[in-house]
């Protein structure tokens, strides 16, 4: 597990015990689980993928513990218009390429992105804090698939 992987599980302990709420196998099966993927998965594939570390958590309580997290600012909710909730592990500014085919999701770095500014004083009334940049367009693998 990488550096920054266990920082997190190290603030997760810390926000429990600062919130007096017990750090159950379950939080932190469902934080270890977005942790080490990068695929962006919705909450039924992180509910897939807890199930073989604990086999008798159900769907409702990862659901709920993916509402705890995002609401602690360990994982993100990535927002897609119009498609299912999808969690995302990383939680500093990035950006992603959407597949308008398969729904895939990849990160996407670039230090020229995130440094636009914000706009100033309150566009429509929208007290802005953060942003991110989707491009949308077709993976390589659907791209393939298309040719055929
Ligand atoms: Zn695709
Ligand atoms: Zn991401």
Known sequence: MSGNARDRLKKLHRICRERGIPLTSQRRAVLETLLLRSDHPTADQVFEAVQDQSPRISRRTVYRVLDTLVEFGLIRRVHHPGAIARFD????RHHHLVC???????DLESPDLDNISLPKGK??????????????GMCPKCRKEKKK
Do not use: A, E, T, Y
Not at 100 to 106: G, M, Y
Not at 123 to 136: L, N, T
């Open 100 to 106: 308008i085919r398969c729904n895939k999701i990849v």
């Open 123 to 136: 566009p429509q009334g929208f007290d802005v804090c953060d942003f991110s940049v989707q491009f949308m």
């Open 89 to 92: 592990g990383m939680i500093h």
